[in-house]
């Protein structure tokens, strides 16, 4: 793999795809794989995250069936931050809610308002197996939620009752 790979991001146009995609993914085993094959798929995942807009990306997304994600989304200070989370778990939700138009690289151009626990924490593996765990508000906390959905076999399209087709100009 070179580092301008990119995959195809599955998607539920195809009902085997949609299938794929709503099973729950198994947890991540190191061991399968070196360091440096560890680092070339996460730049794989990153990159095919960037070129189709995206700002979280599953490893069911692109048709690995490992507990993993990758996400980018801004900090306090605005500057990006990427992430690459393994084993996720998100072990606390507020109780306040956020609902705000949700999207989806699997279920292309479909939007809809989504509910989701403003605060979370996640915990998790760094790319070395070691736990970590994070808390996240807003956007970042969005974006892990509905990347552990993924992972657990869920789309957002589960959790909006208004989603429609919006066609998007390229």
Known sequence: MNQKEVR???TVAESKDEAFLR?????????????KELKELIKV???TMKRANGVGLSANQIGINERFFVAEAP????????????NPVI???????????EGCLSVPEMYGPTPRAYR???????IKGKKIKLKAWGLL?????HEVD?????????????????????
Do not use: C, W
């Open 91 to 101: 072990t606390k939700f507020s109780e306040e809610l956020s609902t705000i138009e």
């Open 23 to 35: 099973k729950k993914t198994v947890s991540f085993n190191f061991d399968k794989y070196t360091e």
């Open 8 to 10: 195809p991001i599955v």
């Open 120 to 126: 979370v924490t996640l915990e998790g593996q760094d």
């Open 75 to 86: 900090d306090s200070q605005g500057k990006q931050k990427f992430y690459a989370i393994f």
């Open 45 to 47: 995942m990153r990159e």
């Open 141 to 145: 906390a969005r974006i892990f939620q």
């Open 150 to 170: 993924h992972l657990d076999g869920h789309l957002f399209i589960d959790r909006t009752k208004n989603a429609r087709k919006i066609q998007i100009k390229k």
